[in-house]
């Protein structure tokens, strides 16, 4: 059960989109609210392939893209942003998204210069990803109201120094 983690520019537009449709497919609201933001997350990546390389990677398993994960560096040395992180429902519950988080991390570490502390944000209604992120080292560092449907925003951070 090797995974492998790729390039992003190696695979077609829309990849990303359509990882983020599957991945919070088990509730349409979801989709509803952030379908235009994955798509147009999507064209912005496919649009700029050194950004996407450089700032993410798609995880794979069987010649098959299972998941992704990429990260802002515009705050850096501060920090360093998780933005989108998601493994396919069809591989949800492997560690999966742990081996990628953990890639993530040593790609994020190895940054120059690096950051003091990489950060993300998920959401309260979400607990497979907040214990993932927890396994991984991320700590709670404030939780803030979000009134839409999935729960208080949960910022979390990994300290490198």
Not at 23 to 34: C, I, K, L, N, V
Request: hydrophobic share 40%.
């Amino acid at each position: 059960m090797e995974l492998d983690f790729q390039a992003v520019s190696s695979f077609p537009r829309g990849t990303l989109s359509a990882l983020l449709s599957d991945a919070y497919s088990f509730d349409a609201r979801y989709a509803r609210r952030w379908a235009s933001e994955w798509r147009a997350f999507d064209d912005f990546f496919f649009t700029r392939p050194d950004i996407a390389d450089r700032c993410g990677f798609v995880t794979v398993h069987d010649q098959e893209a299972v998941g992704f994960v990429s990260w802002d560096p515009r705050r850096s040395p501060e920090s360093i942003t998780i933005g989108h992180n998601c493994i396919a429902t069809a591989h949800k519950g492997k560690s999966w998204g742990t081996r990628q988080m953990r890639e993530a991390l040593r790609r994020i570490r190895a940054w120059s210069p690096a950051p003091e502390k990489i950060l993300v944000t998920t959401n309260a209604g979400l607990l497979p990803a907040i214990r993932m992120y927890e396994r991984v080292g991320f700590r709670l560092i404030r939780r803030r109201e979000n009134p839409d449907f999935c729960g208080d925003f949960l910022d979390c951070a990994y300290f490198l120094h």
